[in-house]
């Protein structure tokens, strides 16, 4: 079942205008499907890709900034290759 998002327009015949909610990630509870895709590309997590409303919105980049589907722990992440990166450098 689709979900809606109200987006605060109203029309002029008085029905409110919606879109479709973003699909949940399947792997964490804190993000969409969409921001962990782009979290496990990026070597800065799924948190450096909020809105600045939800950067700026503190109990949301706290959820999202410990987002288990981008950190360096997972394997297959940009920052899991960093991090592999930076260990092998250590090693020369």
Known sequence: MTRWIDTGMDAPDG???RRPAPDDCPDCDCC???????GRKSVF???FLLSQADKADKAIWDRVS???C???E???TM???L????????KV
Do not use: F, N
Not at 32 to 38: I, K, R, V
Not at 83 to 90: G, P, T
């Open 83 to 90: 991090a592999e990166h930076r260990a092998e450098q250590e």
């Open 70 to 72: 981008s950190s360096a």
């Open 79 to 81: 920052a899991h290759a």
């Open 32 to 38: 969409t499907a969409a921001l962990c895709e782009g």
């Open 45 to 47: 997590g799924c948190a």
């Open 74 to 76: 997972k394997s297959g």
């Open 15 to 17: 029905h409110a205008w």
């Open 66 to 68: 410990k987002c288990p």
